[in-house]
C-alpha cells in the first residue's frame, strides 16, 4: 500500500523541470552505462561494450531508416503509456494494458480481414473498434474495483491471463485461421485497414507509420483530458483524496470506471496501431508485452502526456538500438531488458539519484 | 536531570523554524511551552528528541554536552515524549506496546512478559497511573491510553518528559486527572517539558511558562505573575479579543430538523439512535461531546456523505432523501468538515484547484467539458483577498499552507457563495489564535445575517464561547441539552456521560 501511496505522491502537479526530465535523463544514462559494465563484467571486452554502445546510438537515432525504426517501436508504446498514465492520476494501478492490447488487436483484426471498405472508412472503423474492445476490457476490471472493491492489479493481471488463453482460442477458430495452416495464426488485414507508412514516397521500406502521428495527437488530447476538463478534474481529485473528492461531490465509482475504460480505450489503439501498421495479422505473441513495457514508460514520463512521449521514444529507441546492437556486436537483445529494469529502479528511487548527484538536484 | 538548551537554530530552506532558542527546565519542574502552530514548538522537540539535528547550538543534559543522531540516543539518555496522536498497536495489550522496542528477553530470545508486567505494576503503583497491562488497546479509553504512553517512557527510564498538546485528544474529566498525574510526576523529580497553545492550562499547572513564536523565545513568564490576555498577545505578537462578541439576536424559523434519526453500523451496531435536531434561522447550535460519540457519523449523514438507516433529514421544510453531497451544496448548505487535510483540501492541488473542488461543474468554472481556469483563478485570488489568506500565489499547492491559512481558504471557499445554512466541523482545530479570532468572527456573522450554523467541536471554550444552545453527544445520543450561559462544568459531566 505504501507503495501506492508514494506514487501518488510521484505524480504531483507541480514539478521542477529537474524532476521532470533531469531524473529521467540521468536514470537512462546511468543505466546504460551500467549495462555495458556488465557487459565487460561478464567478460566481453571493452572493445565489444563500446561497439554495443555506438551501435545502440546508431540503430536508435544514426539514421533515417533507424528514427522510423524507433518511432515504429514507439507507437504503441506511447498509446498504452498514456492510459496508464490517465490510471495513474486516478489513483488506478493498471497492470492490464497488455490484455487490453490483445483485446483491440482481436478486434482489429476482425474488422480488418472480413470485409473491405473505402480505404479512410475501413481504417477510422479498425482503430475504433480496437479502442471500443480494450474499453471494454479495461471496464471490467474498472467496474470490478467500484462496485466489489475489487484491486485493479489483481483483477488486471488476471485478465491479462484471460486475454492470452482468449487469444490461443481466437487464432485456432476456423473463421479467424488463416487458411491452410495449422498454427495459430490469423488471416492478414486487408490492405485498405492498412495504417500508411508516413515516409513511404522516400522508401518503402521506412515502417513508422500514421499511427505515430495520430499517438501524437493522443498525447496532446490525453493532456487536454487530464488538465483542462471536468472529467480530468475528477480524475485527479479522485486519484489524490478519494475522501475529499466524495466531499466534493463527486461519485468514485463512476469516475474509477471511466478512467479505466479511457486507459482501456488507449491500450485497444495500442493493439490495433500494431495491427494495422506493423504486423498485418495477429499471432499468439503480438502482443510482445508492449503493455508492460508501457508500465515502465508511464512512469519514467510521470504520468504526464509528454513526459510519456518522450519516455515512449525512448524505450523505442532502446528496441530499435538493441536490434542494432544484437546484429554489430552481437550482444543479447536482454542487455535492453536489463537496461530498462536499470532506468525503472532508479526511477523508482529517485533518493538515490539525488546521493549520487547532489549538486544537480539540490 | 535538568536539561539546557543552548542557542538552538534550525532552518529549512529558507524558514527559520527555530533560532538561537535557549531553555532550561529543571528537576521537580513543569515548563510551559506556549505557541501558535507553526511557531517552531515541534521542530524544537524534535531537535531533542533526536529526529532532527539543530544547524548550530547545544543540548547539555546535567551540563554534559549531548549530540542525539535519533530518537534512540535521545531515549538511552533519558528524553522521553508523548506525542500528541498516540504510537500504540490498538490489538497489543499494554505491557506489549510499552514494551515494543525494547521487549526483555529470556533464553532463546523468548520474551519475558512475566518479568515487564512486574516492572509495568511497579511504575504504575509508583507514580499513580493506574491501568491494567493485560486489557487491550483499543478497548482503553483514549485518558488511560495516554497513561500507557507515559509509562512507556517512564520504562525506558525517561526522567525529562515531553508532553505534546496532551489535553486535545482528554474530556475536561480527564484533564483534571492528567493533571493530577504530571504534578506526581513533578514531585517524583522528573523535568517537565507541556507544550500547548491552551492559556488556562499553562496557567494551572507550569511553574515557568516560554512563549515561542516565529522560532524565536519572545518572553518568560510565571504564572503567579501574568494574564490570559498577556500570553495571548506575546503568542501573536499583537493585541488580540478572546471575547467574541455576540449580541442576542432573535432566532427565526427551522432550517434544519432532524427526526428520531438512526444509524447502524455495518456490523449492525447503533453509532446515532434516535436523534431529534432543530436548527433555526439565526442560531448557533453548538454539539458537544468527547470525539468519538456520534457527532462525526451525524455530520456525515447531514451532508450526504453516510447513507441513514432510519428517520427523516429536512433542509427547509423538505424531507431529503439518499441526497447526495453535490444535491444538498446545491440546498446552499455549507459544510466545514473536521479535516480539512484529509476531507475539505486536497493537499497535491493548487489552492485554485482546491478552490473548485465542490463547484467546478458549475457554469461559472466550465462548459460542461472543459474547465475555466481563468475564471477559477480569479475566484481564488478573490477569496485569498477576501479571507486574509497569506500566500504569495493562489498556484502554489495547498499542503504548503498553514493550518490557519488552510482553514481561511477552506472557510472562504465555504462562506463566500451563497449560503443558507453552515455545518462547522471542528473548525478551528490545530488554528493559531490569530485565525480562530477570525473564524469565530466570520461564524457569528453568518449567523447574524440569518444563516443557521450547527457547530461541533471537541473544544467546549470554541462552543460555551459562540453556541446560543448547546446540545451535547454521548455514544450516539443527544444525552443533554443547555443554554447558552450553562455551567461548563455541568456541560463536561454531561460529555462524560453523566447527566
Not at chain 1, 34 to 61: C, E, H, K, Y
Not at chain 2, 181 to 190: S, T
Not at chain 2, 223 to 232: G, V
Request: with cysteine.
Amino acid at each position: 500500500m505504501k507503495f501506492f501511496i508514494y506514487l501518488s505522491n510521484y505524480f504531483s502537479n507541480r514539478e521542477t523541470i529537474q524532476e521532470i526530465f533531469l531524473i529521467p535523463v540521468i536514470a537512462t544514462l546511468l543505466a546504460i552505462f551500467l549495462g555495458l559494465l556488465l557487459l565487460i563484467v561478464s567478460g566481453s571486452s571493452t572493445q565489444i561494450a563500446l561497439t554495443a554502445l555506438v551501435a545502440l546510438f546508431t540503430g536508435s537515432f544514426g539514421s533515417l531508416s533507424a528514427i522510423s525504426e524507433t518511432f515504429t517501436a514507439a507507437t504503441p508504446l506511447i498509446f498504452a503509456a498514456l492510459g496508464i498514465a490517465v490510471g495513474f492520476r486516478a489513483g488506478l494501478f493498471n497492470i492490464g494494458a497488455e490484455g487490453q492490447i490483445i483485446l483491440g488487436g482481436m478486434a482489429a483484426v476482425v474488422i480488418g480481414f472480413s470485409f473491405q471498405l473505402p480505404f479512410a472508412i475501413h481504417l477510422i472503423i479498425i482503430l475504433l473498434s480496437g479502442a471500443l474492445f480494450g474499453a471494454f476490457y479495461a471496464l471490467i476490471a474498472g467496474w470490478l474495483k467500484a462496485t466489489t472493491g475489487a484491486h485493479e492489479v489483481i483483477t488486471t493481471i488476471m485478465l491479462n491471463l484471460i486475454a492470452y488463453r482468449l487469444l490461443d482460442f481466437f487464432l485456432r477458430m476456423p473463421a479467424i485461421q488463416k487458411e491452410g495452416r495449422n498454427d495459430p495464426i490469423s488471416k492478414s488485414i486487408f490492405e485498405t485497414a492498412e495504417l500508411p507508412r508516413i515516409l513511404y514516397l522516400l522508401d518503402p521500406n521506412l515502417r513508422v507509420h500514421m499511427g505515430f502521428l495520430i499517438a501524437i495527437v493522443a498525447v496532446f488530447f490525453v493532456y487536454w483530458l487530464i488538465f483542462h476538463t471536468t472529467i480530468g478534474y475528477e480524475f485527479r481529485a479522485v486519484g489524490k483524496s478519494l475522501e475529499a473528492s466524495k466531499y466534493g461531490g463527486i461519485n468514485p465509482a463512476i469516475t474509477i470506471v471511466l478512467a479505466m475504460s479511457i486507459a482501456g480505450l488507449l491500450a485497444g489503439l495500442a493493439g490495433a496501431c500494431q495491427i494495422a501498421g506493423v504486423l498485418g495479422r495477429a499471432t499468439p505473441g503480438f502482443s510482445a508485452g508492449i503493455g508492460f513495457d508501457a508500465i515502465a514508460v508511464a512512469l519514467l514520463g510521470r504520468a504526464h502526456p509528454i513526459g510519456v512521449l518522450f519516455a515512449g521514444i525512448l524505450f523505442g529507441a532502446l528496441i530499435a538500438g538493441g536490434r542494432a546492437m544484437q546484429v554489430s556486436a552481437n550482444v543479447s537483445l536482454d542487455l535492453i531488458t536489463v537496461i530498462q529494469a536499470l532506468i525503472i529502479i532508479f526511477i523508482a528511487a529517485p533518493i538515490l539519484i539525488r546521493k549520487l548527484f547532489p549538486w544537480i538536484l539540490k | 536531570m535538568k536539561l539546557k538548551l543552548n542557542e538552538i537554530s534550525k532552518s529549512f530552506g529558507p524558514v527559520k523554524a527555530n533560532s538561537d532558542i535557549n531553555l532550561t527546565v529543571n528537576r521537580g519542574e513543569i515548563l510551559g511551552l506556549l505557541g501558535e502552530n507553526g511557531a517552531g514548538k515541534t521542530t524544537l522537540m524534535n531537535i531533542l528528541t533526536g529526529l532532527y539535528k539543530p544547524d548550530s547550538g547545544s543540548i547539555l543534559i546535567d551540563n554534559q554536552l549531548k549530540v542525539f543522531h535519533n530518537p534512540r540516543e535521545a531515549n538511552k539518555n533519558g528524553v522521553g515524549m508523548v506525542h500528541q496522536h498516540f504510537m500504540l498497536v490498538p490489538v497489543f495489550s499494554v505491557t506489549e506496546n510499552i514494551i515494543l522496542g525494547t521487549e526483555p528477553t529470556t533464553t532463546f530470545n523468548k520474551i519475558d512478559l512475566t518479568n515487564a508486567k512486574q516492572k509495568v505494576l511497579k511504575i504504575s503503583s509508583e507514580y499513580n497511573l493506574d491501568v491494567d497491562p493485560d486489557q487491550l488497546i483499543e478497548k482503553l479509553p483514549v485518558g488511560i491510553q495516554q497513561r500507557v504512553e507515559i509509562i512507556k517512557i517512564l520504562f525506558r527510564d525517561a526522567e525529562i518528559l515531553i508532553f505534546d498538546e496532551p489535553t486535545a485528544v482528554l474530556t475536561p474529566q480527564e484533564v483534571v486527572e492528567f493533571f493530577e498525574i504530571i504534578k506526581n510526576l513533578k514531585k517524583a523529580g522528573k523535568a517537565i517539558i507541556f507544550i500547548t497553545h491552551k492559556l488556562h492550562e499553562v496557567l494551572e499547572v507550569c511553574d515557568r511558562i516560554n512563549v515561542l513564536r516565529s522560532g524565536k523565545i519572545v518572553g518568560e513568564e510565571l504564572p503567579k505573575k501574568t494574564t490570559n490576555k498577556k500570553l495571548a498577545e506575546l503568542m501573536v505578537g499583537r493585541k488580540v479579543n478572546l471575547k467574541t462578541n455576540r449580541q442576542i439576536v432573535e432566532k427565526g424559523e427551522v432550517l434544519l430538523e432532524v427526526n428520531n434519526l438512526s444509524i447502524l453500523s455495518e456490523n449492525k451496531e447503533p453509532l446515532l439512535s434516535n436523534l431529534d435536531v432543530k436548527l433555526h434561522k439565526n442560531e448557533i447550535l453548538g454539539i458537544a461531546g468527547v470525539q468519538g460519540n456520534g457527532q462525526t457519523e451525524f455530520i456525515e449523514a447531514l451532508t450526504g456523505l453516510r447513507k441513514i438507516s432510519s428517520g427523516k433529514i429536512s433542509y427547509f421544510g423538505k424531507e431529503c432523501k439518499n441526497f447526495s453531497p453535490r444535491k444538498i451544496h446545491q440546498l446552499g448548505v455549507r459544510h466545514i468538515p473536521e479535516d480539512r487535510q484529509k476531507q475539505g483540501l486536497i493537499g497535491d492541488f493548487s489552492l485554485t484547484e482546491n478552490i473548485i473542488l465542490n463547484t467546478y461543474y458549475e457554469n461559472k468554472f466550465s462548459n460542461n467539458i472543459a474547465l475555466n481556469w481563468s475564471s477559477a483563478k480569479k475566484e481564488a485570488k478573490r477569496i485569498i483577498e477576501k479571507f486574509d489568506v497569506r500566500t504569495n500565489s493562489e498556484e502554489i499547492s495547498a499542503d504548503k499552507l498553514s493550518g490557519g491559512n488552510q482553514q481561511k481558504l477552506l472557510i472562504g471557499r465555504e462562506m463566500s457563495r451563497s449560503i443558507n445554512l453552515l455545518i462547522a466541523s471542528q473548525p478551528t482545530r490545530g488554528v493559531d489564535v490569530g485565525s480562530i479570532e477570525y473564524i469565530h468572527n466570520q461564524i457569528v456573522m453568518a449567523r447574524n445575517k440569518g444563516i443557521g450554523v450547527l457547530l461541533n467541536s471537541t473544544e467546549l471554550d470554541e462552543i460555551i464561547a459562540l453556541s446560543d444552545r448547546i446540545i451535547v453527544f454521548y455514544e450516539g445520543r443527544v444525552i443533554a441539552e443547555f443554554p447558552s450561559n450553562a455551567d461548563p462544568n455541568i456541560i463536561g459531566l454531561a460529555m462524560a456521560g453523566v447527566s
